[in-house]
């Protein structure tokens, strides 16, 4: 395409009259030759004005409408929860069952005989089992005898002593032969349940499985095993004796272990208070 002559656009088939410059005239419409496209605006905001009135009218309805549901499943508090089929997630929220009926060296005792009983006390034995009183002869019985059955307690604790006993274990785990831990270091060993899941069921035997973090390590400015974070799964197989859910036997696996956020690590120091500031959970559903 080429300047003309003139300065305009093309050849003279695309000249205006006069000027060689096209023009187009609206219809007259009374002094306002914008009129029209005013009105098609107004028309096309007072659309858009119904629809988001109409979209916040849905909003609120669906509110109300969720509120009213979440409202609806908390009528009856009192009453008892029913268990689902094996193998289905239940929420860890309350239920307004009381979970637990007392407690035995700081370990909750006394579950119901219900799927959430049973995996309320896979939990909390979860916890007993990988805490730091497990490397203490004293404590660690008192745990067995708390957690496991009677017909297989004793077994148990001859198995665990010889285990935690082991100064080669000991020492990997930067403990002394003994047990105790050096000098100006904090021992760490404590699991967090992040979910439990029903396996299996019946009568007076249940299947449990437990997801959950450990921490495990010494926290000290020179320590040579830092508190690392590991991710473990355990099945505890239960059986309903002496009017409580107990441990007959159990299996571990590693993961399922998530991806580690990009967080800088503690230091020895906030480590040491952290762990001394805060106390473990006692779970219970």
């Given at each position: 395409m080429s300047l003309s002559e003139d300065g305009g656009y093309?050849?003279?088939?695309?000249?205006?009259?006069?000027?060689?410059?096209?023009?187009?005239?609206?219809?007259?419409?009374?002094?306002?030759?914008?009129?029209?496209?005013?009105?098609?605006?107004?028309?096309?905001?007072?659309?858009?004005?119904?629809?988001?009135?109409?979209?916040?009218?849905?909003?609120?309805a669906a509110i109300a409408f969720a509120n009213r549901g979440g409202s609806g499943n908390n009528?009856?508090?009192?009453?008892?929860?029913?268990?689902?089929?094996?193998?289905?997630a239940q929420p860890t929220a309350p239920t307004g069952t009381k979970p637990v009926g007392g407690k035995s060296g700081g370990i909750?005792?006394?579950?119901?005989?219900?799927?959430?009983?049973?995996?309320?006390a896979a939990a909390?034995?979860?916890v007993a089992l990988n805490s730091d009183g497990m490397y203490k002869n004293e404590s660690r019985h008192a745990i067995v005898d708390?957690?496991?059955?009677?017909?297989?307690?004793?077994?148990r604790k001859n198995g665990l002593d010889k285990a935690y006993s082991d100064a080669a274990a000991l020492g990997r785990a930067g403990l002394k032969p003994d047990g105790t831990v050096p000098k100006g270091m904090t021992f760490v060993s404590r699991a967090t349940p992040v979910g439990t899941k029903i396996e299996s069921f019946k009568g007076d035997t249940?299947?449990?499985?437990?997801w959950y973090s450990a921490l495990f390590g010494l926290a000290g400015a020179r320590s040579q095993n830092p508190v690392t974070e590991s991710w473990y799964t355990s099945t505890f197989d239960l059986l309903w004796t002496g009017g409580d859910w107990?441990?007959?036997?159990?299996?571990?696996?590693?993961?399922?272990?998530?991806?580690?956020?990009?967080?800088?690590?503690?230091?020895?120091?906030?480590?040491?208070?952290?762990?001394?500031g805060y106390g473990g959970f006692t779970y219970a559903r």
């Open positions: 093309g050849g003279d088939g695309h000249r205006g009259p006069e000027t060689g410059q096209t023009r187009t005239r609206l219809p007259d419409s009374g002094g306002d030759p914008y009129g029209s496209a005013r009105r098609s605006r107004t028309g096309m905001s007072s659309r858009n004005l119904v629809t988001i009135v109409g979209v916040i009218v849905l909003l609120l009528e009856s508090p009192t009453d008892s929860p029913k268990d689902s089929g094996a193998g289905a909750a005792t006394g579950f119901a005989k219900t799927e959430q009983g049973a995996q309320s909390n034995y979860a708390t957690v496991y059955a009677p017909s297989v307690a004793a077994s249940a299947k449990v499985s437990v107990k441990v007959s036997n159990s299996t571990q696996k590693d993961g399922p272990a998530p991806i580690g956020r990009d967080q800088p690590a503690a230091s020895a120091e906030d480590m040491t208070k952290a762990v001394q």
